[in-house]
């Protein structure tokens, strides 16, 4: 199986098979991503103790790519500090820029094939820009 099949399956089963899907209530952060050009909606849920995620959690609509990297954001942020999670979206938006991703990044890797579809980086990039504008927002509280 070629690369760009193995990553177009993983894509695929998050689209799928979304993990992390649903609202979660309480939370400590909630914030609303949108790609008007494609009508992606979003709508990401955190939980944070001790500078970890404890709990994330998705709600929305839109392309495959879109949702597929928010359920695969949720696998690789749950557990992680906040810097962690910050450093992760730097490298992703860089992969998607790009930059040779590190190791850092995982099975994340399978979203770099988006690339090759400008115009869908930014749907592989709206729960990233999301969690990092939620993060930005509970800092500043």
Not at 37 to 61: A, P, S, T
Not at 82 to 95: T, Y
């Amino acid at each position: 199986m070629a690369l760009d099949d193995l990553y177009r399956e993983v894509i695929l089963d998050h689209h799928a098979h979304p993990r992390n899907r649903g609202r979660l209530e309480p939370n400590d952060v909630a914030v609303e991503g949108a790609n008007p050009l494609c009508g992606d909606e979003l709508m990401l849920y955190l939980n944070l103790r001790d500078g970890r995620v404890e709990e994330v959690r998705f709600e929305g609509h839109g392309c495959a790519i879109s949702q597929a990297s928010a359920s695969m954001m949720t696998e690789a942020i749950k557990g992680r500090t906040l810097d962690e999670v910050r450093a992760l979206v730097a490298a992703l938006k860089g992969m998607m820029r790009g930059e040779e991703p590190g190791e850092e990044v995982g099975d994340l890797i399978a979203l770099q094939g988006v690339r090759k579809f400008p115009v869908r980086v930014k749907c592989a990039t709206l729960p990233w820009v999301s969690l990092e504008q939620g993060l930005d927002e509970y800092a500043a509280r």
